[in-house]
C-alpha cells in the first residue's frame, strides 16, 4: 500500500457475520433497493393497525395460538419516521425468526436499550433490534458502499439507509474492525452514548480524541455522530528475526532495563507476553493485517514508550503475530 493513498474503508470492515439471524435478514433483504422498504415487507405478512395511545411502547403485537396475527403501530408524528422504521423492521424480526414465539400481547420499544426484566423476553427483544439493523443496513449494501471511497465519504453516505442514527452506529460496531468508537446524543439526555467496536480499548472519547489516527463526524437523521479511529492500516510483512519472541522480547528487557532485577525484569516480561496474547486472542481475525493492527493498537497505551522505540521492537510484534496467524491458518 502506497503511503499517498490512504485505505478505503472497505479495509476497516470485518468479515461478513454468518449468524442465522444474518442469514434469516439477508433472505428477506435479498434484490431489495434502498431504503429498505421495510413497511411493505412487514404489511405483506400481517394485519397492520396504525393507532394512537397514551403509553410509551412503540408497537404491540398480537399472538394467536403461538402465531404473530396482528401488529398494532403507536401513532407517531412526521419527524419519528425513522424510528417508526426500526420498530417495523423489529416486529418483522418477531414475525419471520421462527424462534420467536408469542408469549401473550408483547410490547416492543425500538430504540435504545430498555430494561425488561424477563429474560427471555429481554433476548427475544434484543434480537429483534438487532435484526432491524441488519435488514435496513444490509451487510452486502454496505460493503458495496464501503468500496472505493474514504472512511468519511462511507459514513456520510449512510443517511440514505433511512434508519436512526443508534441503529445506524450500532450497526457500524457490529461491520467494523475493532480500534472504532463512537459517540453521539442517541436519547436526547444530557450525555453522549459511546459505542465501540469489539476488542477496542475502553477509553473516555476526550482519551479517543487524543490517541486517534483519525477522525470525523457524521450526521444521520440530523443528528451527529463522532467517530475516532484509534487503529493505524498497516500491512504485515514477516520479520527476518530468527529468533523467538519471548527470546526477542527478554534480550529488549535487559537492553531498556540494565539496572533493573532479573525479577523485575520478569514481571515486565510476563505482562508484555499477556497482554499482547490477549489482543490476538479476542476479536474476529481473517488476515494477518487484522492481526498485526490489534496488536499495535492494544500496546500503544499498555507498553513503556523505551520498550515500544527499541529497534527489535517490530520484530518482537512481527513474529507473535506471525505465530498466531500460523496458528489461525492465516498464513
Ligand atoms: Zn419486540
Known amino acids: 500500500m502506497s503511503l499517498s493513498s490512504p485505505p478505503e474503508a472497505a479495509e476497516w470492515l470485518a468479515p461478513p457475520p454468518d449468524e442465522p439471524i444474518d442469514r434469516i435478514a439477508d433472505r ?19 394485519d397492520v393497525d396504525v393507532v394512537d395511545w397514551p403509553f410509551g411502547v412503540d408497537a404491540l403485537l398480537i399472538w394467536h395460538n403461538g402465531v404473530p396475527s396482528r401488529v398494532l403501530i403507536r401513532n407517531r408524528p412526521v419527524n419519528y419516521a425513522r424510528r417508526v422504521r426500526m420498530t417495523f423492521a423489529h416486529e418483522l424480526a418477531h414475525i419471520v425468526i421462527p424462534w420467536h414465539v408469542g408469549y401473550g400481547p408483547e410490547s416492543c420499544t425500538s430504540d435504545v436499550s430498555d430494561s425488561l426484566e424477563d429474560n427471555y423476553v429481554r433476548t427475544q427483544e434484543n434480537e429483534a433490534r438487532n435484526f432491524a439493523g441488519r435488514l435496513l443496513l ?64 475502553s477509553v ?53 532495563y540494565p539496572a533493573k532485577t532479573t525479577e523485575e525484569r520478569d514481571g515486565i516480561f510476563y505482562s508484555t507476553q499477556g497482554m499482547l496474547g490477549a489482543a490476538l486472542s479476542q476479536g474476529v481475525f481473517d488476515t494477518p493485517d487484522a492481526l498485526l493492527r490489534q496488536a499495535r493498537h492494544r500496546l500503544k497505551t499498555g507498553v513503556e514508550r523505551e520498550i515500544r522505540s527499541h529497534v527489535d521492537w517490530d520484530a518482537y510484534v512481527l513474529k507473535t503475530v506471525e505465530n498466531r496467524a500460523r496458528k489461525l491458518g492465516l498464513l
Do not use: C, H, M
Not at 204 to 218: H, M, P
Open 28 to 46: 428477506l433483504f435479498e434484490g431489495g433497493s434502498i431504503p429498505v422498504d421495510v413497511e411493505r415487507l412487514v404489511r405483506d405478512r400481517i
Open 204 to 256: 473516555s472519547l476526550g482519551e479517543a480524541q487524543r490517541s486517534a489516527v483519525d477522525e470525523g463526524t457524521f450526521t444521520v437523521g440530523g443528528r451527529d455522530v463522532q467517530w475516532f479511529q484509534l487503529t493505524d492500516a498497516e500491512v504485515f510483512a514477516p520479520s527476518q528475526d530468527p529468533r523467538k519472541p519471548s527470546e526477542i522480547i527478554k534480550s529488549i528487557l535487559f537492553d531498556v
Open 138 to 201: 444490509p451487510y452486502s449494501e454496505l460493503a458495496r458502499a464501503a468500496s472505493g471511497v474514504s472512511l468519511q465519504a462511507f459514513l456520510d453516505n449512510l443517511d440514505r439507509f433511512e434508519a436512526s442514527a443508534w441503529a445506524t452506529t450500532l450497526r457500524l460496531t457490529q461491520i467494523l474492525r475493532s480500534g472504532f468508537i463512537f459517540g453521539g446524543n442517541f436519547t436526547d439526555s444530557s450525555q453522549l452514548d459511546v459505542l465501540r467496536t469489539p476488542g477496542t480499548r
